[in-house]
């Protein structure tokens, strides 16, 4: 979703982070946004890392449904 991305990236937030799938949409998809309003990072990795943190915040304040 990030073809910007190098493969030693993807594996240092692999293995820092276990999201779901519409997790990592989110955290795409936020990049994007950030990407168009302002410009392109030059360091892609910790624009990624701030992201996934957000992300990481939003789900402990979601509440859990179910048993």
């Known amino acids: ?6 493969e030693l990236d993807v594996h ?3 293995s820092k ?3 779901s ?5 989110n955290i ?3 990049y994007a946004i950030d990407s168009i309003l302002h410009g392109q990072s030059d360091d892609v990795l ?3 890392i701030r992201h ?3 992300e990481r ?3 402990k304040d979601k509440r859990k449904i179910g048993f």
């Open 28 to 30: 795409a998809r936020h």
């Open 46 to 48: 910790s624009m990624l």
């Open 21 to 25: 799938g519409g997790q990592i949409e």
């Open 17 to 19: 982070y276990e999201f």
């Open 52 to 54: 996934c943190d957000n």
């Open 57 to 59: 915040l939003d789900e």
């Open 12 to 14: 240092t937030l692999a």
């Open 1 to 6: 979703m990030i073809p910007e991305l190098s």
